[in-house]
């Protein structure tokens, strides 16, 4: 019970200084370092079972692998780099400025490219919304399904993630097109979802796409390919 009390406490702090620190205009990535939030985790060990230590030890390096992602996040060509469908060096290689240039032409002429897409989601990603791109894939994917066995159990798995209220990875549709797609899972179908991709990729569409194609990441990787030709 003490060692209950003292994390409560802990947490109760922690919250009121996140408070303060947004009260004071300032971000609250300054609050804590990585090495403070890793070590108070491992200051209250589970127990001591061993298998219990081990889970601790996972969860510790998850967290600091979590906390290096926030206080490094950026959206240089850099963070596109790290994700790229191919070894980064090779992969911008073969990626010519003609091709990441087309990509302005159109939100579907980025989505066909592998690069593209690779490059949007690393974006998505410093805007914490990448599972919208994550749910078109799923239902593109999703089409491509033949099995009548796994078609159900595919769009349930895709509904639940994404779709369901509180979902893992909740897509943002209005209620009216999610009560639709519910109502679909009584008896999936190849088309089942395309009312909410539709949305979604709208949502993509209009928001996400010019932020991207404005960003400093996608910037960047022009002036990469760019400089390779000079």
Same mark, same amino acid.
């Given at each position: /019970?003490?060692?209950?009390?003292?994390?409560?406490?802990?947490?109760?702090?922690?919250?009121?200084? &996140?408070?303060?620190?947004?009260?004071?205009?300032?971000?609250?990535?300054? /609050?804590?370092?990585?090495?403070? !939030?890793? =070590?108070?985790?491992?200051?209250?060990?589970?127990?001591?079972?061993?298998?219990?230590?081990?889970?601790?030890?996972?969860?510790?390096?998850? /967290?600091?692998?979590?906390?290096?992602? %926030?206080?490094?996040?950026?959206?240089?060509?850099?963070?596109?780099?790290?994700?790229?469908?191919?070894?980064?060096?090779?992969? !911008?290689?073969? $990626?010519?400025?003609?091709?990441?240039?087309? *990509?302005?032409?159109?939100?579907?002429? %980025?989505?066909?490219?592998?690069?593209? @897409?690779?490059?949007? =989601?690393? &974006? !998505?990603?410093?805007?914490?919304?990448?599972?919208?791109?994550?749910? *078109?894939?799923?239902?593109?994917?999703?089409?491509?399904?033949?099995?009548?066995?796994? !078609?159900?159990?595919?769009?349930?798995?895709?509904?639940?993630?994404?779709?369901?209220?509180?979902?893992?990875?909740? @897509?943002?549709?209005?209620?009216?097109?999610?009560?639709?797609?519910?109502?679909?899972?009584?008896?999936?179908?190849?088309?089942?979802?395309?009312?909410?991709?539709?949305? @979604?990729?709208?949502?993509?569409?209009?928001?996400?796409?010019?932020?991207?194609?404005?960003?400093?990441?996608? $910037?960047?990787?022009?002036?990469?390919?760019? =400089?390779?030709?000079?």
């Amino acid at each position: /019970m003490e060692l209950l009390g003292e994390i409560y406490f802990s947490s109760f702090m922690k919250n009121f200084h &996140f408070m303060s620190f947004l009260s004071e205009g300032k971000t609250p990535w300054n /609050m804590f370092s990585e090495n403070s !939030l890793t =070590r108070s985790l491992s200051d209250h060990p589970v127990g001591k079972d061993p298998q219990a230590m081990r889970t601790g030890q996972r969860q510790n390096k998850g /967290m600091r692998t979590r906390l290096g992602c %926030l206080s490094h996040k950026s959206d240089s060509c850099s963070d596109f780099t790290a994700i790229l469908p191919d070894k980064p060096n090779r992969a !911008l290689k073969r $990626l010519s400025t003609e091709e990441a240039t087309r *990509w302005a032409d159109s939100f579907d002429v %980025l989505l066909s490219h592998k690069y593209g @897409v690779a490059a949007f =989601r690393a &974006f !998505l990603k410093t805007e914490f919304s990448e599972e919208n791109l994550e749910f *078109w894939l799923a239902c593109e994917e999703f089409k491509k399904t033949r099995s009548t066995a796994k !078609l159900v159990s595919k769009a349930h798995r895709i509904f639940e993630e994404f779709v369901d209220v509180q979902a893992p990875r909740e @897509v943002n549709i209005d209620f009216q097109t999610r009560e639709a797609t519910r109502k679909n899972m009584q008896e999936p179908s190849l088309t089942c979802f395309d009312q909410a991709q539709g949305k @979604v990729h709208s949502l993509m569409e209009k928001d996400s796409y010019p932020r991207f194609l404005r960003s400093k990441m996608y $910037l960047d990787l022009l002036s990469q390919s760019q =400089r390779r030709l000079s």
